[in-house]
């Protein structure tokens, strides 16, 4: 039997290739941007303690996808207008709320992470290319 489609389809569909919704997905399925969103909450503001906390993201990055995140209303950049440059980074309420509902994809990924890592051996296990 066929699931009927969730209520909110008939305003968001982002199996839509001309949906806007999928740019929103975009942005909140990168890795990058969940990452900071998740710092960010934790109380890290500046530029370079940012750098520091998330492994692997180079500068560009960075600099892009807070961008990206504060275009979308889900950061707010402060600046101090002070020299050295002095400029921090606060979830806006609009990011506190996809915090939020991030929440149990986290709690998730904490909970499944050995059986992720268990069906990672067997599919490997298995020759697959």
């Known amino acids: 039997m066929k699931e009927k489609a969730p209520d909110w389809i008939d305003k968001v569909d982002?199996?839509?290739a001309g949906c806007p919704s999928r740019d929103i997905l975009d942005?909140?399925?990168?890795?990058?941007?969940?990452?900071l969103l998740l710092v960010?909450?934790?109380g890290h503001h500046r530029n370079g303690?940012?750098?520091r906390r998330i492994g692997g993201i180079s500068q560009k990055m960075l600099t892009q996808t807070l961008r990206?995140?504060?275009?979308?209303?889900?950061?707010?950049r402060r600046d101090f207008q002070t020299v050295p440059p002095h400029v921090e980074y606060h979830?806006?309420?609009l990011g506190t709320s996809l915090g939020h509902s991030l929440t149990p994809l986290f709690e998730w990924i904490e909970r499944e992470f050995d059986a992720v890592l268990a069906a990672r051996a067997a599919f490997a296990g298995r020759g697959a290319v």
């Open 14 to 16: 982002p199996c839509d």
């Open 27 to 35: 942005l909140i399925g990168d890795r990058w941007s969940l990452l």
């Open 40 to 42: 960010i909450a934790q």
């Open 49 to 51: 303690e940012l750098k």
């Open 68 to 76: 990206a995140l504060e275009a979308n209303g889900l950061v707010e």
């Open 91 to 93: 979830l806006t309420p």
